[in-house]
RNA sequence: GGGGAGAUACCAAAGUGGCCAACUGGGGUAGACUGUAAAUCUACUGUCGUACGACUUCGGAGGUUCGAAUCCUUCUCUCCCCA
């Protein structure tokens, strides 16, 4: 994997620049779609691709791993293969499950120790494991096991909780150093730096990850219910300290606010469940606002679902139609918001993209930044 | 013509003397959702009021009772079986 960065926007901390995998070239900033269980949910490969145009997706090492399990993926020869999708693809360690299914499991300096949420099986996650893991999944950028702290978290759990993961830290890279991709294209090993809302224990994060020299770097444990401001206060320390020319990673965020914000304070990679998840649920992110199709002041609207959008649905398929998809629980209606809001994402960090590449990205940003809140 | 069952809120359906403005679904209205245990979850859903509460409801009318959706009388309507 290598990284070039071309572009830097005169008013803020923002960047443009190209992530280069084996799988594909990647404009950054970059919005990842997520698809945690080997499928972006109600979105094809085909679309993802053509329509939506995403250079790279998520995968979940703990999903993947519970199921199909790792004897299927190796005999597809990692999941590129076993999901027909030969752009990027990017693995989360499991660390987040480590906060979101904190109810079934048990933290160790070892490792965690989880039920399945699916049958109740236990299974053992370790720093080294879920680097063999994610060598068999095959992904092209693969992910430290960290501890996600919830939030709110004191300083004492925060504290210790960073400890344990920069440990986790030290024994993953000794792992992947000390084994190989599996089919035949390269892996980048990206750390994690923690440290919850505290300034100190994120800025020690970042200096102790820093010194790895890593292929890139990724900043969890934010957007967990903190406010906004704590979140990009906390980036604003961070990306003093991570290298200036590794492309930067901020897990699971975030609002279309939130990427223009981090954006502006030098993030450049962005995964959020929230185009796909909210937009089966009936909300949809346009440049004009939000919208909640569900609701009844949509029910005779018959312009299109967003003239502005990027994807075919958008001017194919009206509002009144779609929203008496999504009421009536049609898996089209799935289909269809999520094609639109992963458009719009797409269409967000290019155009941020261009705009800092033009040095107006700034103002572009103060710009639109007031309407991307509006209800409508 | 004979026999039986039943009428409860937008729909379905509990409730058979006070704990009932009335269980529960559905429908409706709104909200939530940030490295996906989520095609999920939450709230409200007789009227007025932010709320305490007040008022009007369980086919119609009348009655019994301190008190009725629940008991009695009667009327209307619906469904089923037999002819």
Sequence with gaps: ???????????????????????????????????????????????????IDAPIILGNTYHLYLRPGLETLRGAGGLHGFMNWNRSILTDSGGYQVFSLAANRKLKPEGAWFSSHIDGSKHVFTPENIVDTQRIIGADIIMAFDECTPWPCDLKYASSSLELT?????????????????????????????????????????????????????????????????????LEVVNEVLPFDKPRYLMGVGTPVNILEAISLGVDMFDCVMPTRNGRNGMLFTREGIINIKNRKWMNDYSPIDEHGSSYVDMQYSRAYLRHLIISGEMLGAQIASMHNLAFYLWLVRRAFEEIKSGTFTAWKERILPALNTRL
Excluded: C
């Design 1 to 51: 994997m290598e990284f070039e960065l071309l572009h830097k926007d005169p008013a803020s901390k923002a960047r443009a620049g190209i992530l280069r995998t084996d799988h594909s070239e990647i404009q950054t900033p970059v919005f990842m779609p997520v698809g945690t269980a080997g499928t972006v949910k109600g979105v094809h490969q085909r679309e993802l691709e053509k329509d």
């Design 166 to 234: 920069h440990q986790w830290l030290d024994r993953g890279l000794k792992q992947f150093a000390s084994t190989e991709p599996l089919y035949g294209h390269t892996q980048a090993f990206f750390p994690i730096v923690q440290g919850s809302v505290f300034k100190e224990l994120r800025r020690a994060s970042a200096e102790f990850i820093a010194e790895k020299g890593a292929e890139g770097n990724a900043i969890g444990g934010l957007s967990v219910g903190e406010p906004a401001e704590e979140m990009y206060a906390m």
